[in-house]
């Protein structure tokens, strides 16, 4: 049984692990693969058909905890304790839920002192006991009147002092308004984050790279209190060397080296079935959700992809989401604006014609040639290929080339 200490407003959590509230959706499930001995069972639950529209949930069933994410910043917005039997919870270092203390209203009030009076829900039957960034439901099926102006106390209950069957952890002070908060500054890790990326144009129009915003830290990493949140803008452009990228952002999260080119027989050079020497290669910058590719012989950038890390894509929990906004010129007189929660309908009735017939991606990795996910859709158009996911239509990834 799971032994966690409870923090308003901020986390749950052990000496060993802590789940924050802002964390991203990727951190979240690198702790719990950690901790596999311990939390055996994990299901991710989203909505297929329109990922937006739902938080996310990672629900861990053995041990009574969900944790609600955010569908656009996938950052953990709510941590909720639906069985309280199947874990110990403890506020201050003191037990409040145990198999030997049982969470009702006095010890509950004994353990995180005065508040406002309990709200009662009539249409569950349930008093909810607020705390700011905490809130506590109990159970009634009693038929009481709105006579509980001194709070739970002093109302009686025929069956005995009522036991809290949820808790919920949040920011803010009501758990219907709350917001999934900015990236806390114990979750940066020393890595840089993407805040946004756009295209980078020439004079003539034409698409020359990528400008990113990044934040991470600031300050010392030895002393916490001098530990800040600090941006920057950097400039991606097709033809800077490994050096420049590296200057710009830092050193990737890993480098790939392609095997083989199996979108070079859509290519119109007369070269596509010549083998180049040297094998070109990826620097993948994971938490940036972004990978640049390098030719092998100038070691210069011919591409980028920017990766939207949708639940139900096979690149699922590789990449954390990239925060894209590109304006793309068609022509002189039709422009279209490509997000990261854009779908494909969308720019499909822009597009009209500009864009070609999809060619089908269907991915497989090396070690297992199954993909329980199915084949995408990519559609090329004005130097960039947008690969969508054809049960719902949202945009998976954006490649953009040379």
């Known amino acids: 049984m799971l032994d966690l200490e409870v923090v308003p407003e901020r986390s ?3 000496e060993q692990w802590e ?15 950690a901790q596999c001995r311990m939390i055996k069972d994990v299901h991710l639950c989203y909505c297929d058909y329109d990922p937006l529209a739902m938080d996310v949930i990672l629900n861990l069933t053995e041990d009574g905890i969900r944790l609600v994410f955010d569908p656009i910043s996938q950052r953990l917005k709510i941590i909720e304790v639906y069985n309280m039997e ?3 919870l403890k506020y201050c270092g003191v037990h409040f839920n145990s198999p030997s203390v049982s969470p009702t209203n006095d010890q509950i009030e004994m353990s995180f002192g005065a508040t406002h009076p309990g ?13 700011r960034g905490l809130s506590f439901f109990f159970p009634s099926n009693d038929k009481l009147e709105h006579n509980y102006s001194h709070g739970l106390g002093s109302l009686q209950f025929s069956n005995g002092p009522p036991v809290v069957s949820k808790l919920c952890i949040y920011m803010g002070n009501t758990l219907s308004e709350t917001r999934a908060p900015s990236l806390p500054i114990s979750c940066y890790q020393s890595k840089c984050y993407c805040e946004k990326v756009e295209l ?8 020359s790279g990528v400008k990113i915003e990044l934040y991470g830290e600031s300050g010392s990493p030895n002393k916490q209190n001098d530990v800040g949140q600090s941006s920057l803008v950097q400039e991606i452009k097709f033809g800077d060397s490994c050096q420049d990228v590296m200057s710009s952002l830092g050193a990737p999260c890993k480098v790939y080296y392609k095997d083989e080119d199996k979108m070079k027989i859509h290519s119109k050079s007369p070269e ?19 990978d640049i590719l390098f030719d092998g012989k100038t070691h210069t950038v011919t591409k980028l992809v920017l990766h939207n890390n949708y639940p139900g894509h096979y690149d699922f929990n590789i990449y954390y989401r990239a925060y894209f906004e590109l304006q793309l010129d068609l022509d002189t007189e039709t422009k279209c604006c490509v997000t990261s929660t854009t779908k494909w309908d969308k720019v499909e009735e822009i597009l009209g014609e500009h864009y070609s017939k999809p060619v089908v991606l269907n991915r497989r990795s090396s070690t297992n040639a199954t993909n329980p996910f199915g084949p995408t859709f990519c559609y090329g158009f004005n130097s960039v290929i947008v690969e969508v996911m054809p049960n719902n239509n949202y945009i998976a990834s954006v490649t953009i080339y040379k």
């Open 19 to 33: 789940l924050v509230l802002g964390m991203p959706i990727s951190q979240a499930i690198s702790i719990l693969r």
């Open 272 to 290: 596509k079935q010549l083998e180049k020497e040297e094998s070109d290669y990826f620097y993948n910058y994971f938490t940036l959700g972004i």
């Open 119 to 131: 709200v009662f829900d009539p249409a569950n039957q349930q008093f909810i006991l607020n705390f």
């Open 86 to 88: 199947r874990v110990k």
């Open 200 to 207: 980078l144009k020439d004079s003539n129009g034409q698409i």
């Open 12 to 14: 749950l959590g052990n």
